[in-house]
């Protein structure tokens, strides 16, 4: 049972407090939270901080709340807004500071519907990586993506690889619990030939590096100019000065790094990669983006079918689909004058029998 807080605390005193009765003593296996939760939990605690900090909790009333509304809505969105506002009520609760005057006036900002995110086309892809590979000091960026646009993992699943769960040998990647967004996105990623090439790079990396144990980040982190913490990975920032480079020079200016894992899998539904093997790749997918991979899917079908058919492989006969060299060289089209002519000699009635949907001119069948 958790202690409730002193509500005379001010609130970096009391975040402080609460955010370490929601953690174990370390080395601990039991948690009450996950480690991406606890993490995001202490990112809306950072951002709060700035308003709230010297504030005590029983002092913080509904202009304060709507005044960080307004004043995070120029950089920030409406959900994030709503997430951290919804940890400082988790505090205040536990505070017993939140009362029923504010439970009554506070509002939380409409939700917004996050966008379909863009995906690179082949032809972007293809000279995106092209350009990362182009230069030294690239390369890694280079691996990394190919790493990513194999797996379609996300950035945060590819910072929290640990050497250990890339098994060259059985050819797969593991996405562990502490790095997964949701138990739903725990799974195991065959690799193909690139991406066993790519992750054995990455490995080569680690060990120049000074990495070697299991346990140890493949991607760890950077303290400082060839100082690395293998026991923490690599931050959001780890490759974002080069990665901002590279797009620039790839004329891809507006690619997120988390835009690789949406490239990834517009890539398997342009293939025709059922929707429950995709799921076992990239993981959970919102409903909503299922129904925009399905609808990519169902056009590139589209797509083979009539390149088929205008490549000349296949026509219909007699309402039927024929291989070319069972059936009638004529076009699928109507008022083809190549059909009517190849009925012609059959008679006017034969070809009225024979092609009920096609409209013959008369002179054809005359000639």
């Known amino acids: 049972m958790h ?3 002193d509500p005379s605390l001010p609130f970096a005193n009391a975040a402080e407090a609460w955010l370490n009765s929601r953690t174990m003593s370390p080395g601990s296996r039991a948690r009450y939270i996950s480690a991406r939760t606890l993490h995001d939990l202490q990112q809306y605690v950072r951002a709060l901080n700035r308003k709230f900090a010297a504030a005590a909790l029983k002092d913080i009333h509904i ?8 004043e995070r809505a120029q950089t920030c969105g409406a959900n994030k807004i709503n997430q951290e506002l919804g940890t400082l ?16 006036s506070y509002e939380p900002l409409l939700r917004e519907q996050p966008e379909i995110p863009r995906a690179m086309t082949p032809e972007e892809q293809k000279n995106f990586l092209a350009v990362a590979s182009s230069r030294e000091e690239w390369r890694f960026v280079y691996y990394y993506s190919l790493l990513a646009l194999a797996t379609s993992a996300s950035n945060c699943e590819m910072r929290g690889i640990r050497i250990g769960d890339v098994n060259l040998y059985s050819r797969i990647l593991q996405i562990r619990p502490e790095h997964a967004k949701n138990r739903h996105r725990i799974r195991t990623i065959p690799l193909h030939d690139e991406a066993v090439w790519a992750a054995t790079r990455l490995l080569e990396r680690a060990q120049a590096l000074g990495a070697s144990a299991q346990h140890e980040y493949l991607m760890p982190f950077r303290m400082a100019p ?3 913490d293998f026991s923490r990975p690599m931050s959001n920032s780890g490759i974002r000065r ?7 020079a790839a004329d891809v200016p507006w690619l997120r790094i988390h835009d690789l894992r949406h490239t990834a899998i517009t890539r398997m539904a342009e293939a025709g990669v059922p929707i429950p093997v995709i799921l076992s790749m990239a993981g959970h997918i919102s409903t909503r983006m299922q129904q925009h991979y399905t609808a990519v899917s169902d056009y590139a079908k ?3 079918v009539e390149a088929t058919f205008s490549s000349g492989n296949y026509v219909v006969s007699a309402g039927k689909l024929a291989a070319r060299d069972e059936s009638p060289k004529h076009s699928i089209w109507p008022n083809a004058r190549p059909a009517a002519r190849r009925v012609a ?4 009635k ?13 002179k054809a069948l005359s000639s």
């Open 242 to 248: 080069p990665w901002e480079a590279i797009r620039q």
């Open 89 to 104: 009520i988790r505090i205040m609760k536990r505070a017993r500071a939140w009362n029923s005057e504010l439970q009554d």
């Open 226 to 228: 060839n100082q690395w």
């Open 63 to 70: 202009g304060l709340l709507r005044e960080y509304q307004q």
């Open 350 to 362: 034969k070809a009225r029998q024979d092609m009920p949907c096609t409209v013959v001119p008369k």
């Open 302 to 304: 589209r797509c083979a």
């Open 3 to 5: 202690q409730a807080l």
């Open 345 to 348: 000699s059959a008679g006017r």
